[in-house]
């Protein structure tokens, strides 16, 4: 079983997650890059009739400083 496929069955889908960040990636798969398993989760959500739209936002910490970062959303594909 592949990461992607991992962080689906175990994370995605028994907690009903409809977004998530790179973070959620790195905690859920142990993993040091999420981008490659990103590429494959995209793939794999294809097969599945879903795809991932990204939205950048943007969040200030405890010591005043602007944090940016993408969170990813899994949507139907219309059509």
């Not at 990103?38 to 944090?67: M, P, T, V, W, Y």
């Amino acid at each position: 079983m592949s990461y992607a496929q991992e962080f689906f069955n175990n994370y995605i889908e028994p907690n009903k997650i409809n977004s998530f960040t790179h973070r959620d990636l790195l905690q859920h798969t142990n993993t040091n890059c999420s981008y490659s398993v990103l590429r494959c989760l995209k793939a794999f959500l294809h097969s599945k009739g879903l795809q991932i739209r990204e939205e950048k936002e943007e969040r200030i910490n405890e010591k005043n400083e602007i944090k940016r970062y993408k969170r990813f959303y899994i949507e139907v594909i219309n059509g």
